[in-house]
T-cell receptor
Framework: DAGVIQSPRHEVTEMGQEVTLRCKPI?????LFWYRQTMMRGLELLIY????????DSGMPEDRFSAKMPNASFSTLKIQPSEPRDSAVYFC???????????FGDGTRLSIL | DQQVKQNSPSLSVQEGRISILNCDYT??????FLWYKKYPAEGPTFLIS?????DKNEDGRFTVFLNKSAKHLSLHIVPSQPGDSAVYFC??????????????FGQGTILTVHP
């Protein structure tokens, strides 16, 4: 049974470029979460979806960040334009209900030069 | 505002002994708590959870204790094994709140188990 799949695993790009991170949740999971991990702030929730609908985006740092979930098996997190302070590891997670444990992907390590 | 705190950045334990990882929280609305383990270059993996209606939950070598009055929980690993060396995150949520499902994580504790 495949887990949460994220792509790419690593992304290095120059400041000002658009970055798109992708996530495929576990089949049957109704909740999808995007997290960012940095040394300073630890693991913080950016946004989460229930049945493809955004429920809470209060963690999205700025308007440069946007997330979509066009269907139950795919989500994207986009940064446009990217800045060096966006460098972090971005995790996607999914769960089958609101109180169940979340299953994480292996993350995308993003470096903005 | 750090609502979930893991005050020990690291812990070193001898193989076979007990590892105790601690976590404190400030939000009295939290009613569901989880522990995750994370290896380098991998995502966090769910380990064990506890609801606020309980004060203890056990799963094999892992036991989580919850002290609601002190707003404190701990994870006990007995006996500790070298393969347990990882970063351990404590997380909490308010299952009845409007942001149901939203987890707040602690900063993590690096556990090293020496052979």
């Amino acid at each position: 049974d495949a887990g949460v799949i994220q792509s790419p695993r690593h992304e290095v790009t120059e400041m000002g470029q658009e970055v798109t991170l992708r996530c495929k949740p576990i089949s049957g999971h109704d909740y999808l979460f995007w997290y960012r991990q940095t040394m300073m702030r630890g693991l913080e929730l950016l946004i989460y979806f229930n049945n493809n609908v955004p429920i809470d985006d209060s963690g999205m740092p700025e308007d440069r960040f946007s997330a979509k979930m066009p269907n139950a098996s795919f989500s994207t997190l986009k940064i446009q334009p990217s800045e060096p302070r966006d460098s972090a590891v971005y995790f996607c997670a999914s769960s089958w209900d609101s109180s169940g444990p979340q299953h994480f992907g292996d993350g995308t390590r993003l470096s903005i030069l | 505002d750090q609502q979930v705190k893991q005050n020990s950045p690291s812990l070193s334990v001898q193989e076979g002994r007990i590892s105790i990882l601690n976590c404190d929280y400030t939000n009295s609305m939290f009613d569901y708590f989880l522990w995750y383990k994370k290896y380098p270059a991998e995502g966090p993996t769910f380990l064990i959870s506890i609801s606020s209606i309980k004060d203890k939950n056990e799963d094999g070598r892992f036991t989580v204790f919850l002290n609601k009055s002190a707003k404190h929980l701990s994870l006990h690993i007995v006996p500790s094994q070298p393969g347990d060396s990882a970063v351990y995150f404590c997380a909490a949520s308010n299952s009845g709140g409007t942001s149901y499902g939203k987890l707040t994580f602690g900063q993590g504790t690096i556990l090293t188990v020496h052979p």
